[in-house]
């Protein structure tokens, strides 16, 4: 077995099977047990009874975390005029039009999100197919659709992480670094568990989060206790 196997499995075995941690033991242990050598992400991941395929159920949205993701994000917007020069000036590292759009077609993707105004959408739509699938098409229900570029900016600065249910109802999340103190990550834990709490869809029936995890890169699923809506 490779040295990763057999890291993943020895730190399986110092975990309980079946048992739900509190926040801050969880956390504990995604520390005590991530063998990378790098700063290894923590997400966070939701197993919800949601049924996607109808439109009312669909989980999205957007956060700033209370300690952000411990990732700088390199931000793109299309704008024009006034809204170019509020981009510019909140630190968008790339800012522009139809010539980004080109640039973009010809398969350059150096940027991690998108920030579109309302008049660029036209323009901004011809590239569903290249942004799309990379989850980077920008969206009103994320923010990332808006004319005050400005504030989406300092909110993706401040680490702020987006959100949808996969084809089963799963969704997972960015939540920190290894290297956070656990106090920060805990914090941001519970913070995007109130968030999806709070905005449970009304059309959902039983136990709406069946299941949270989590884990660090390559680490394993740590199973947690945290307050949850029926």
């Known amino acids: 077995m490779p040295k990763k196997g057999k890291q993943l499995q020895t730190a399986i075995t110092k975990l309980e099977k079946g048992k739900r941690y509190e926040v801050a033991e969880a956390v504990k242990l995604v520390k005590e047990l991530s063998f990378e050598k790098f700063d290894a992400t923590v997400e966070l991941a939701f197993k919800l009874n949601v049924d996607p395929r109808k439109a009312d159920q669909n989980i999205r949205g957007a956060m700033v975390l209370p300690h952000g993701t411990g990732k700088s994000q390199t931000i793109l917007v299309f704008a024009k005029g006034e809204q170019a020069k509020q981009a510019e000036a909140a630190g968008a590292d790339f800012v522009g039009d139809s010539e980004l759009a080109a640039k973009i077609q010809g398969g350059w993707m150096d940027f991690d999100v998108v920030v ?103 680490g394993p699923g740590i199973k947690i206790d945290a307050d949850t809506k029926e």
């Open 116 to 218: 579109a105004t309302p008049n660029m959408m036209g323009e901004v739509g011809k590239l569903g197919r290249v942004l799309g699938p990379r989850g980077l098409m920008p969206n009103p229900k994320t923010g990332t659709v808006t004319m005050d570029v400005t504030k989406a900016i300092n909110e993706i600065k401040a680490g702020k992480v987006e959100y949808r249910n996969d084809k089963v109802g799963n969704v997972q999340i960015p939540v920190g670094k290894i290297s956070f103190e656990a106090i920060k990550l805990e914090e941001n834990i519970q913070a995007m568990v109130d968030q999806i709490n709070r905005i449970k869809p009304s059309t959902v029936k039983g136990i709406y989060v069946q299941n949270i995890a989590i884990s660090s890169t390559m």
